[in-house]
């Protein structure tokens, strides 16, 4: 379970306000990812990166941004632009291309905006 | 892009049987089907996975089923338990892209 963490687990925040959650792995994978996930939905990719310094948006990157500085961290924020920002949030990181191997999950973050 | 869509949302099976969840995919360049199971509150964990040039693996009591063709796969798990009790996802994925199902809610009633 220590593989990849996530914090806090819970996130409360006023409407207007940027929020930054936070992903961090001690796996050495490359790659590592940010997905939403809704009550009765399957999990929606935000953005994912292959590499440090580098990183791609997913199918539903408006109103959030990332930063991939050191391998091991890959901070989310959270802005004012997302609509809809309550939600869980879930990190995760694989050893190569995110099409083709196992993704490990870190435990989440459940922010709520009020 | 690719579209995944998985069946049926909600399954109850009496604990000994059988259940089913079958996904089907668009991309025919998808080639990794991975299977993740995720329990109350907690993260989604890997329980099995194929890839394209395999038709079935089996693992215990579970086993994953893949036509290229039809471009469905299923997930079959025997003899279930309370404990199998989760949601289930199916994903689709290829080189730089992986897109998961909606989910299946099995409830295994004692």
């Known amino acids: 379970d220590g593989g990849i963490t996530q914090s806090p687990k819970y996130l409360f925040r006023k409407e207007g306000q940027n929020v930054t959650l936070s992903c961090e792995q001690n796996?050495?994978?490359?790659?590592m990812y940010w997905y939403r996930q809704d009550p009765g939905q399957g999990l929606r990719l935000i953005y994912y990166?292959?590499?440090?310094?580098?990183?791609q948006k997913g199918d539903i990157a408006e109103g959030y941004s990332v930063s991939r500085e050191k391998k091991e961290s890959f901070p989310l924020t959270v802005t004012s632009a997302q609509k809809n920002p309550t939600a869980f949030y879930l990190c995760?990181?694989?050893?190569?291309?995110?099409?083709?191997?196992?993704?490990?999950f870190g435990p989440g973050t459940r922010l709520t905006v009020t | 892009g690719e579209n995944v869509e998985q069946h049926p949302s909600t399954l109850s099976v009496q604990e000994g049987d059988s259940a089913v969840i079958k996904c089907t995919y668009s991309?025919?360049?998808?080639?990794?089907f991975p299977w993740y199971k995720q329990e109350l509150g907690k993260r989604p964990q890997l329980i099995i996975d194929?890839?394209?040039?395999?038709g079935e693996k089996k693992d215990q009591r579970i086993a994953v089923t893949l036509n290229k063709t039809a471009k469905h796969f299923s997930l079959h798990i025997t003899e279930t338990q309370p404990e199998d009790s989760a949601v289930y996802f199916c994903?689709?994925?290829?080189?730089?892209?992986?897109?998961f199902g909606t989910g299946t809610k099995l409830q295994v009633i004692p």
């Open positions: 990166s292959q590499i440090v310094n580098d990183f």
């Open positions: 994903v689709a994925g290829g080189y730089q892209k992986v897109t």
């Open positions: 194929i890839r394209s040039n395999v």
């Open positions: 991309d025919s360049a998808s080639n990794y």
């Open positions: 796996l050495n994978h490359d790659a």
């Open positions: 995760a990181s694989s050893i190569g291309d995110r099409g083709g191997y196992e993704q490990y």
